[in-house]
């Protein structure tokens, strides 16, 4: 039989779980809600969700990743030899599949921005130019597919070299320069006439704001930030090594996520204030505030900040990608390259249909965030609290309060966000 891919380290494993966790929600939704939904309050709630909902789920997805060593549709077989869980597993893999290919299109857009910055072709932009620019990227044909493309390549070229060559060494050496990137930017922001509008923006305790509404979104948030319910950490927990525990990479992701979240808050908004521009989210924010701010800023600044962007696309993309290629590897036997190739041939599909129809683009984001993904964080909830053996789980999460969150805890809180964004 083949070996089972592994990634070669403790730090390769957790960049790469990181690597997943950090991306396109830290930056363009997270310091929006945060200013919004109440400042440290927000902070403060969004912490607490991470700690009694969104980390238990992920310990369980990576449990079941790592007892059973499958990619998710082998895991779910693996679990209920019947059958009953295969559904599940499919589930899991196309939604992680849909969410790869709208993820491709955003990611294009960076790709398609760092190239422009490159250029110095944002020098002296004003708001409405951007504006421009961004409708004329976004509806040009030729322009989304082909900067699409060109994301999803990178991805499947990642994918391609292998677990630990590939998605571990990019993970391991692109976490820590974007850290260092991001820090930079802050630096700079926060040292602009003015930013401390937006350091109050996004710290000034404000209870009142704090709402139900607010309180769901802290928890869809913090969902989508780790990365949960698609298959993405079980995947990658399947490659870790035998010795290593499922608890440490949890926590360890967990903090990098929020700390990166952050910190992209503080890069962002005292920018945005310091300029006197209104604060908004999304690709608005990205692709139209940020570049007319950046770009009073020289010409390097806009580059790094893009680059920073499609890094954190990248090392997410990577993970959804890879789910579908475990299951076809570990499934269908098939090769890596040409299970990638798959892959991407299918993406290209849906990616192209998501780059010219923005109806397509909202169906698929819609889909996977509100219903697939709480449908899979569901289930893994309650595979690990009330499916696997009580002594299994224990020794594996060691703590009982952890056992009794996922058992009771997790599941009720899912529900509740998944009917509160549906209506
Ligand atoms: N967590 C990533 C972000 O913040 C996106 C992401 C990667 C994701 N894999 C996922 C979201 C799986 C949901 C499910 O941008």
């Given at each position: 039989m083949r070996q089972r891919a592994k990634f070669g380290s403790r730090f390769a494993a957790i960049m790469a779980m990181a690597g997943s966790a950090v991306?396109?929600?830290?930056?363009?939704?997270?310091?929006?809600?945060?200013?919004?939904?109440?400042?440290?309050?927000?902070?403060?709630?969004?912490?607490?969700?991470?700690l009694t909902v969104s980390l238990p789920i992920f310990f369980s997805e990576s449990l079941i990743g790592?007892?059973?060593?499958?990619?998710?549709?082998g895991a779910m077989e693996q679990i209920a030899p019947g059958g009953k869980l295969k559904p599940v597993g499919f589930?899991?893999?196309?939604?992680?599949?849909?969410?790869?290919?709208?993820?491709?299109?955003?990611?294009?857009?960076?790709f398609n921005y760092l190239i422009r910055s490159l250029a110095g072709s944002f020098n002296g932009?004003?708001?409405?130019?951007?504006?421009?620019?961004?409708?004329?990227?976004?509806?040009?044909?030729?322009?989304?597919?082909?900067c699409m493309l060109v994301f999803l390549g990178m991805t499947a070229l990642i994918v391609v070299a292998g677990v630990d060559k590939g998605i571990g060494r990019f993970s391991k050496i692109s976490m820590p320069v974007l850290l260092v990137m991001m820090l930079l930017i802050a630096f700079v922001s926060l040292s602009?006439?003015?930013?401390?509008?937006?350091?109050?923006?996004l710290l000034k305790p404000d209870w009142s704001r704090l709402d139900g509404p607010a309180i769901a979104s802290a928890l869809g948030q913090s969902f989508f930030s780790l990365s949960l319910g698609v298959g993405c950490i079980l995947t990658y927990a399947s490659y870790m090594k035998e010795e290593e525990s499922v608890l440490t990479a949890g926590v360890w992701t967990a903090v990098f996520d929020t700390a990166f979240a952050l910190i992209a808050g503080f890069?962002?908004?005292?920018?945005?204030?310091?300029?006197?521009?209104e604060p908004a989210a999304g690709p608005t924010l990205v692709f139209e505030t940020l570049p007319v701010i950046f770009s009073?800023?020289?010409?390097?600044?806009?580059?790094?900040?893009?680059?920073?962007?499609?890094?954190?696309?990248?090392?997410?993309?990577?993970s959804m990608f890879e789910v579908a290629v475990a299951w076809l590897v570990d499934q269908k036997q098939m090769?890596?390259?040409?299970?990638?190739?798959?892959?991407?041939?299918?993406?290209?599909?849906?990616?192209?249909?998501?780059?010219?129809?923005?109806s397509v683009f909202r169906a698929c984001d819609f889909v996977s965030s509100n219903v697939f993904m709480m449908i899979g964080a569901l289930a893994f909830a309650l595979i690990v609290g009330w499916k696997l053996p009580r002594e299994e789980v224990l020794r594996h999460l060691r703590f009982p309060f952890i056992y009794a969150v996922i058992r009771y805890v997790a599941p009720v809180m899912i529900v509740a966000i998944a009917i509160s964004n549906l209506l």
């Open positions: 991306g396109l929600g830290n930056i363009w939704r997270f310091p929006y809600m945060v200013g919004e939904h109440g400042g440290a309050a927000f902070i403060i709630v969004y912490v607490l969700c991470c790592k007892t059973t060593r499958k990619d998710t549709y589930m899991a893999i196309l939604a992680a599949f849909v969410i790869v290919c709208f993820y491709s299109v955003v990611g294009g857009w960076s932009l004003d708001m409405a130019s951007a504006r421009e620019v961004f409708a004329s990227v976004g509806s040009s044909p030729v322009e989304s597919v082909s602009l006439p003015g930013a401390g509008k937006g350091v109050e923006y890069a962002i908004m005292p920018a945005v204030f310091a300029a006197g521009i009073k800023m020289g010409v390097v600044l806009p580059v790094i900040f893009f680059l920073a962007i499609l890094i954190a696309a990248l090392s997410s993309s990577i090769r890596r390259v040409t299970a990638v190739l798959s892959v991407f041939g299918a993406a290209v599909v849906l990616g192209c249909a998501c780059a010219v129809a923005p």
